[in-house]
């Protein structure tokens, strides 16, 4: 099955700084969402990205399909951004759509 | 609120009890799935279901059966539960026409004791 790698696993930032999180996957992909889990458990849905560029106030994500990765830019984070963030591919075979799920990046912004 | 809502929250099971997570969905979407979240593991997927009255096998499916009742909910059978079971299950539906990707319910916290 495909393969998603995340990186850095964890990452501590102080509160105004910049940050990039790294998914890179092992096959072609039809989609690519990141999520942000919050300290709560909760998991949001940021960016549904299968290609180019997408911008969402702080956060933008660019995927690049044809070298299998992702990028998730966080500008001047704020302590509310900490919890953990994933990357997951979504592939199709037939009528069934699967997603994938990389282990994740955790993220800590200190004040 | 649109959504997928997932029972229950919280859960304690004694080895060898059997319980239903139950989750419902209300954007209409065709698929829905069942994942389990283990420390350090990420998400990893137990059942699917891309339409009502069809359900395969994810990555994890031992220990597990799911039923798709109908469109709108598919459920999670434990039937002797373990401690190796212990995790947050999550439930999520997507629309297969790609346009807006996958959405999570809350998840429920299960502990086997």
């Known amino acids: 099955g495909i393969q998603v790698e995340q990186s850095p696993p964890d990452l501590i930032l102080q509160e105004g700084a910049n940050s990039t999180l790294r998914c890179n996957f092992s096959?072609?992909?039809?989609?690519l969402q990141w999520f942000h889990q919050n300290p709560w458990g909760q998991l949001i849905n940021l960016f549904y990205?299968?290609?180019g560029t997408k911008q969402n106030g702080r956060l933008s994500a660019t995927t690049v399909a044809t070298e299998r990765y992702s990028l998730l830019y966080i500008s001047s984070s704020q302590t509310t951004d900490s919890g953990v963030y994933f990357c997951?591919?979504?592939?199709?075979?037939?009528?069934?759509?699967?997603?994938?799920f990389g282990k994740g990046i955790t993220l800590s912004v200190r004040p | 609120n649109a959504g997928v809502t997932q029972t229950p929250k919280f859960q304690v099971l004694k080895t060898g009890q059997s319980m239903t997570l139950q989750c419902a969905q209300d954007?209409?979407?065709?698929?829905m799935y069942w994942y389990r979240q283990d420390p350090g593991m990420g998400l990893r997927l137990i059942y699917y279901?891309?339409?009502?009255?069809?359900?395969d096998k994810g990555e994890v499916p031992n220990g597990y059966n799911v039923s798709r009742l109908n469109k709108r909910e598919f459920s999670l059978r434990l039937e002797s539960a373990a401690p190796s079971q212990t995790s947050v299950y999550f439930c999520?539906?997507?629309?297969?026409?790609?346009?807006?990707?996958?959405?999570f319910g809350s998840g429920t916290r299960l502990t086997v004791v």
């Open positions: 096959d072609s992909v039809n989609n």
């Open positions: 999520a539906s997507s629309d297969y026409t790609g346009a807006g990707g996958y959405t």
């Open positions: 997951a591919v979504e592939s199709y075979t037939g009528a069934n759509s699967k997603l994938t």
């Open positions: 990205i299968p290609s």
């Open positions: 954007m209409n979407h065709n698929s």
């Open positions: 279901s891309a339409s009502e009255g069809t359900t």
